[in-house]
C-alpha cells in the first residue's frame, strides 16, 4: 500500500508543477485564519480524495481543504490525514518549499507518511520503523537522523513567533534556517538538521505525515506543555489544532 501513496502524491505533485511552472493566474482567496487557499489546493485535494478511495474505499479522509463535524470524527480509530499542498504561500513565492502530505492514523498515531516535494522531485516515505528519501534519480536509501553538537534550528519561513525567540535567547551554540512546509521534518529525519521548535499553532494535517517520517528516521516529536509524543487520537482533542511541539533528533 505504500507504494500506491507514493504514486498517488507523485500524481497530486506533477499537477502541482503544472500550475506552477504555468503562466496563468492563481485565484486566491483566503480563510478565517488568514491563511490563503487557492483553485489549486481544491484540485489536488480532489485528486488525492479520489485516489485514497480508491485503495482503500473503508478508511475516512480528514484533509485541510474539507469541513467535518468533530461530533462524527471524534468516533475514528483509522483515518487517513491528507494536507494536499503543504505551503501554499511558498507555492504562490515560487520559492519550491511545499509539499504532497498524506498519512494514515491507526490509534492516535501515524503509521504511514508520505511526503512529495513536487519542486525538487524528492519523496519522503516511512512505514512503522522504516524511512526512506527517494531522490529525482529514483535512487531510493534509508534514512535516520544524526545528532550534532552544534544543532540546526529550523523555524518556519512564513509565521513570526515571539516564544521561539525568547526560547533561541537561552540557547548557547545553534545555527538556524528558515523553511517552509514539512520539509522540516524531513531535513531532521534524514540527518540535516536537529530541531524543530514550535511554539505557535498547527493543525493535525501540518505535521502527521512528517510525524511519522521523523519518528521512523529514530527522531521524536514531543508536545511543549507534558513532554508526552505529539497524539492524533480524536477522541482526546477538541479541536484539530496541535498544541505547541518540539521535532527533534534528540
Known sequence: MLDKICQLARQAGHS?????????????TYKSNNTPVTHIDRLINNIIK??????????PI????????????????????????????????KNGEFTVNISLINNGIPIL????????DVLYSAYKHHAWKENQLGLKQKIKVIKSNIPLFLTSRSHIDKELSHYLSTIKNYRIKKLGSSLK????????????????????????????????AGGKIITLTNQKTLNYSLSDRNSLINPGFFASAL
Open 62 to 93: 480528514i484533509s485541510e481543504e474539507d469541513n467535518y463535524d468533530f461530533k462524527i470524527c471524534k468516533h475514528w480509530k483509522n483515518y487517513w490525514l491528507i494536507d494536499p499542498l503543504d505551503g501554499t504561500k511558498e507555492f504562490l513565492k
Open 16 to 28: 502541482m508543477m503544472n500550475f506552477y511552472n504555468s503562466h496563468e493566474s492563481i485565484n486566491v
Open 50 to 59: 479520489k485516489g485514497l478511495l480508491l485503495i482503500t474505499p473503508d478508511i
Open 185 to 216: 521534518f524531513c531535513l531532521i529525519a534524514e540527518g540535516k538538521a536537529q530541531i524543530y521548535p514550535r511554539f505557535g499553532n498547527t493543525y493535525i494535517w501540518d505535521t502527521a505525515a512528517g510525524h511519522a517520517i521523523l519518528v521512523a
Open 113 to 120: 507518511g508520505v511526503i512529495y516535494v513536487p519542486a525538487l
